[in-house]
Nanobody, 116 residues
Framework: VQLQASGGGLVQPGGSLRLSCAASGSIFTINAMRWFRQAPGNERELVAAITRDGVTNYADSVKGRFTISRDNAKNTVYLRMNSLEPEDTAVYYC???????????WGQGTQVTVSS
């Protein structure tokens, strides 16, 4: 499995961005797709996840502002981020959690900067 993330950028507080993560390769091995983020000096943290069955979960800090979704036809997962705050500034990574005991796969990070 290969993951290609895109959509980061600079946005003002209160603004919105949509991140995309396109998957290719052995898609059938993917159990869930997740978005993580890592700010300078901080550990990488889970932001949102969506399972094969469409069940979603979110970090408390983003509930009500971020929405994870997927387009199966495009093998792409999205993270819609609204009401962005400076504290959301980080490098965002998509991750594929896989079945059959296979190790997870990371995409390259995409920088999100929230600043006026």
């Amino acid at each position: 499995v290969q993951l290609q993330a895109s959509g980061g950028g600079l946005v003002q507080p209160g603004g919105s961005l949509r991140l995309s993560c396109a998957a290719s390769g052995s898609i059938f091995t993917i159990n869930a797709m997740r978005w993580f983020r890592q700010a300078p000096g901080n550990e990488r943290e889970l932001v949102a996840a969506i399972t094969r069955d469409g069940v979603t979960n979110y970090a408390d800090s983003v509930k009500g502002r971020f929405t994870i979704s997927r387009d199966n036809a495009k093998n792409t997962v999205y993270l819609r981020m609204n009401s962005l705050e400076p504290e959301d500034t980080a490098v965002y990574y998509c991750n594929a959690d896989r079945r059959y005991g296979l190790s997870g796969v990371w995409g390259q990070g995409t920088q999100v900067t929230v600043s006026s």
